[in-house]
């Protein structure tokens, strides 16, 4: 994933070479800040305490977020509100997995086309990074990501590292 901004981007394009390897270095430390926030330890803390956990206990633990994120999006992301509307679906009719097939498959098509609508009520745009996929396939993908998604996206990463033994 690529985070981004637009006014960033430009800053950084219109500044000397110099400038530029400063505003790279302080971007550095600011992630380095965050690797190391006591949110960033819970969550890496979490994905090493689970990673031998059951099956079962695995399946549970994803139903109970499956379960708060279908809530979440309900009340307060309108793309679902909409979805759940015209279909005549509460966030009771989806418990597990299982249930996500009543759910339409959210294309990058419709990121694109709904993209203000699929954004949380309950976030403030100041919350957000810009990321954006690589476009392999096509056309980069534009998403909004708080921060609790990028130390999730920076623990997952950890984690994988030190599987093949780097810390």
Known sequence: MIYDHPLIGWIYRSCP???????????GLLQRKERTSPEFRRILAELERTERSSLA???ELQAERLRKLIWHAYENVPYYRRVFEERRL???DIQTPVDLYKLPVL???AV????????????????YRI????GSTGIPLKLLLDR???LFDHALIR?????AGYE
């Open 148 to 150: 609790s998604c990028i």
């Open 107 to 109: 294309t990058k098509q």
């Open 90 to 92: 509460t966030p009771l």
């Open 57 to 59: 206990e695995l399946e």
């Open 17 to 27: 070479v110099p400038l530029q390897n400063a505003m790279v270095s302080g971007y």
């Open 112 to 127: 694109r086309q709904f993209a203000d609508d699929l954004r949380a009520r309950n976030v403030s745009r100041h919350q």
């Open 159 to 163: 984690r994988l590292w030190s599987w």
């Open 131 to 134: 990321g954006r996929t690589g």
